[in-house]
């Protein structure tokens, strides 16, 4: 299937404002699943765009504003050739099928950074360390029991709660389902990393939330199958229907754009996103 993103998202400042360099991290990462056949960028402001590659290998536009501004906005417009895949088409290594992994020396080189919890969240029984299990048993319930317990609502902006806050509440955006479940698998001693990026669901399916929107959901790294994606905010493994846009340790490290104003005082400011996502017969 082919399908059409159209992102758009506009800044509006009450005053002039200097803007430092922005990172935006809304660029698709092709995989042989997910395959670019077109894609334009845009940033307004006088941006000048450099694309680069960041320490996680996200594909980023770097955005630097010569001049003072008022208001500027960012586009993308892509066309994508999805090609259906099963999520849980894969095998495990031996040290892989029961949590917690037996990961190598050079797993665990690479990995630290995905294993370190600073949450100091103490899990309710659901998500937190018990022995041995099950590796996909396991990773099941923690998905279903986040989607089943933990409301969704909509939050365009901010940083995400805490897990301790977020299990105070029982109710939070995507991103925040994101930080408990990355913290849950980390105490599990599994590898877990935050994602970014579109949600598309196809006119028959219409029961996920956060569908056509940005969107942010989990990897977990499991010895023989890799990173394997996981939204816990639909209690689901991820298909070619979740569209990565960036991967990291940390929700900085996924931020679809990061960047602030110099002054000397606060200036309010407004953010109006627009996505559509469709399917080209």
Known sequence: ????????????????????????????????????????????????????????????ACCFFPSVVRAFGISLSTTLQLTTYNPLDFLLDSRGLSIPPAYSESELAVLEPHLRDLSGVRLPAPLAPEGSRSTVETLMSMICWTNEEIAYERRDEGAPLSPEELLKRRAGSCRDFT????????????????????LWEGPSESSRVAENSLHA???????????????????????????????GASAEDIAPVSGTYYGERQVPSRLTPRLTISEIE
């Not at 408990?180 to 599990?188: I, S, Y």
């Not at 023989?224 to 905010?233: F, H, R, S, V, Y």
Request: hydrophobic share 40%.
């Open 1 to 60: 299937m082919r399908i059409h993103i159209d992102y758009q998202a506009a800044y509006e400042y009450e005053e002039p404002v200097s803007l430092s360099p922005h990172i935006v991290r809304v660029l698709p990462r092709c995989t042989r699943f997910i395959r670019m056949i077109d894609q334009e960028f845009h940033c307004g402001g006088g941006a000048r765009v450099q694309f680069r590659r960041d320490l996680y290998d996200n594909e980023t």
């Open 217 to 247: 959901w989990v990897e977990a790294y499991l010895p023989g199958a890799g990173w394997l994606a996981l939204d816990p905010t639909n209690g689901s493994f991820c298909d070619h229907r979740s569209i990565a846009t960036a991967a």
């Open 179 to 198: 930080v408990l479940l990355v913290a849950a698998l980390r105490q599990n001693g599994v590898a877990g990393r935050l994602v970014s990026g579109f």
